[in-house]
Nanobody, 123 residues
Framework: VQLQASGGGLVQAGGSLRLSCVAS????????MGWFRQAPGKEREFVSA????????LYADFVKGRFTISRGGAESMVYLQMNNLKPEDTAVYYC?????????????????WGHGTLVTVSS
């Protein structure tokens, strides 16, 4: 399974970006999916996750009210709408497919990872 994340780029503080991630086959359609990020010099951290049917979502406290996770229909796709971006949101964002049908804050609960897409927020 390969995951392809896209949608990153350079944006000014207060702006918006929408990240997309698609799995190479339908493995993810029955699995939770999530987004993590890693800023330069920092550990990877959880951002958001969604269950297999979109019925349950999780968010890190620092993105609540600003980011929204969603997923496609039959496709193994997940999206992350990011609004009111801040310079501290600058990082490489990774999507991942969970081992089970729920999302998780724990990176060890994910089986497949994408290569990441860079988000840079200027002040």
């Amino acid at each position: 399974v390969q995951l392809q994340a896209s949608g990153g780029g350079l944006v000014q503080a207060g702006g918006s970006l929408r990240l997309s991630c698609v799995a190479s086959r339908r493995t993810g359609s029955n699995n939770g999916m999530g987004w993590f990020r890693q800023a330069p010099g920092k550990e990877r951290e959880f951002v958001s996750a969604i269950s297999w049917n979109g019925g349950s979502t999780l968010y890190a406290d620092f993105v609540k009210g600003r980011f929204t996770i969603s997923r496609g229909g039959a496709e193994s796709m997940v999206y992350l709408q990011m609004n009111n971006l801040k310079p501290e949101d600058t990082a490489v964002y990774y999507c991942a497919v969970a081992r089970g049908n729920l999302g998780s804050r724990d990176a060890s609960m994910y089986r497949y990872w994408g290569h990441g897409t860079l988000v840079t927020v200027s002040s």
